[in-house]
């Protein structure tokens, strides 16, 4: 397990707060998004992003292999619009990994991190 998930669990357990714990989708919750005019799924090499023009947007980790995509409970439950909870619930699964990065980069929000050329995805 990485050292990075286990000092994110570190910190939510010391604080009782479970914002920063990530919860696991298979990446298929994105394909709801890629081709609607109304969003667009933007990624780097291990973090995605799905914004909604002129309303949320969400950032999330690529795990290894890009078959799942994770976040904290704090984003999801934060940035996400109620109708869309439904979605995302019914696309969770076990989590077989995370991305590092999107890790450190939720340990040190306003960071900047190299992680890759931006593009659609």
Partial sequence: MSDFIKLVHRRAFAAADPALLQVSFETAVLDRYRGDTRYRVMRTDTVCRIKMEGGWSLDAGIAPGEQQVHASWRAL???????????WAMHSTVPSGYSEMFLRMQMSPGSCFDDGELRDW
């Fill in 77 to 87: 439950t934060s940035a996400l619009p109620e109708g869309e909870r439904e979605h």
